[in-house]
């Protein structure tokens, strides 16, 4: 189950919404470990209040999904991904995240699930895999190799083209 902590760390502008409603909890520390349910029931919400809430909800993350839902990855990042699963002797094949903290992650994944979205990059041989609620807080951006590590650039925080990506991808200020 998804916990409030979870829901305003991928839907931030949720956090207003749930406030709202009664439920000025989203940053406290019961929210990592209450689900939406949970807190209404805490918060003496009827079962039809948690599912208006629950419906508003729903009408956010569409509205927000219709931004580009894509990853991308420059030339450079790709191929220092080959080179990393070469040495290990194992496929090319990276999960990408973000942890509690709301930083970016990689890590290879053996075995992807049919919950996480496939993106492939120019590169043969590498894939980048991205869960559905990460892909919300990630979309648009664009991994790179540079300064001798990875980065995510994403659309709303970056401040110059990529010299890697010479443009291509969506990683430049909007």
């Known amino acids: 189950m998804t916990t409030i902590h979870d829901i305003v760390r991928y839907l931030p502008q949720a956090a207003p919404l749930l406030q709202e409603h009664g439920l000025h909890c989203t940053g406290c520390s019961l929210s990592t470990m209450e689900t939406l349910e949970e807190g209404c029931q805490r918060h003496g919400l009827t079962p039809e209040e948690t599912d208006d809430i629950l419906q508003e909800l729903n009408r956010l993350l569409r509205k927000t999904t219709q931004k580009h839902l894509a990853l991308t990855i420059t030339e450079e990042a790709a191929l220092e991904l080959r ?3 070469m040495q290990e002797r194992c496929k090319a094949q990276f999960l990408v995240t973000t942890d509690t903290a709301g930083n970016f992650c990689m890590e290879h994944t053996r075995k992807p699930t049919g919950m996480q979205q ?20 990630l979309g648009g951006g664009c991994v790179d ?11 709303s925080t970056s401040q110059k083209t990529h010299s890697g990506c010479n443009g291509m991808c969506d990683c430049k200020p909007s």
């Open 145 to 155: 190799f540079r300064n001798g590590a990875f980065a995510l650039d994403l659309p």
């Open 83 to 85: 080179r990393i699963a």
């Open 118 to 137: 496939f993106f492939n990059p120019d590169v043969p041989s590498v894939s980048l895999f991205v869960s559905p609620l990460s892909i919300h807080h």
